[in-house]
């Protein structure tokens, strides 16, 4: 679903999420619903009633912009649903909106949940599709917590660092010309030498 620069960030992000050590790690589902935004699901964290179709889990909505504004601000978002794997219908009981940098910017919770459809939307879609049919979406990674997935994957929006400027050059010996923007010109080819004349034949 993602494009081709999306991919190269999961697969980075994965590479620096899977350095946590394996003894305590488990797997995590993320799943890229746009080009700004990633849904990650803790598939251990999913709470099952017996007898009961309905199941209850958080599901953490990572965005390129929590805020409208610009520059873009990455931020999450955490919700707590429930899902119903035979209707295949979800609803949402409460939110929790986060900056990058962890602080809370709005907590609601539902006065009146109501079902909807779980193709709604394909961050819901994705979230249903791990908690009802056990699909992992696009990746699944290996950390010891879903702050580290997060965290993760709001620095794969980082901008990339600016190039430095060349480095003036220390002054030219003398008789000597230096420039830093041209690469140092390769040494001529030597010119073959002419072999000698050979005397004449004495007669």
Not at 39 to 52: A, L
């Amino acid at each position: 679903m993602g494009t081709p620069l999306n991919s190269l960030r999961l697969a980075a992000f994965a590479a620096a999420t899977l350095l946590v050590g394996v003894a305590e790690a488990r797997p995590f589902y993320v799943t890229q619903t746009s080009d700004d935004a990633w849904t990650v699901m803790d598939p251990q964290g999913i709470e099952v009633t017996p007898g009961s179709p309905v199941r209850k889990a958080w599901a953490v909505r990572v965005q390129r912009n929590i805020l409208t504004g610009d520059p873009p601000q990455p931020g999450y978002v955490r919700t707590l649903s429930e899902y119903d794997c035979a209707a295949r219908q979800t609803r949402w009981l409460e939110f929790t909106a986060y900056s990058r940098a962890g602080g809370m910017l709005i907590n609601k919770v539902n006065p009146q949940p109501e079902w909807a459809p779980a193709t709604a939307a394909p961050d819901i879609h994705a979230a249903y599709r791990v908690v009802c049919e056990g699909v992992g979406g696009r990746a699944a990674v290996s950390a010891d917590s879903v702050a580290k997935v997060v965290i993760n994957l709001m620095g794969s929006w980082d901008s990339p660092l600016t190039p430095l400027l060349p480095i003036s050059p220390a002054p030219a010996a003398k008789g000597k010309v230096a420039s830093a923007k041209t690469p140092p010109a390769k040494a001529a080819p030597a010119k073959p030498v002419a072999p000698a004349a050979k005397p004449a034949p004495v007669r």
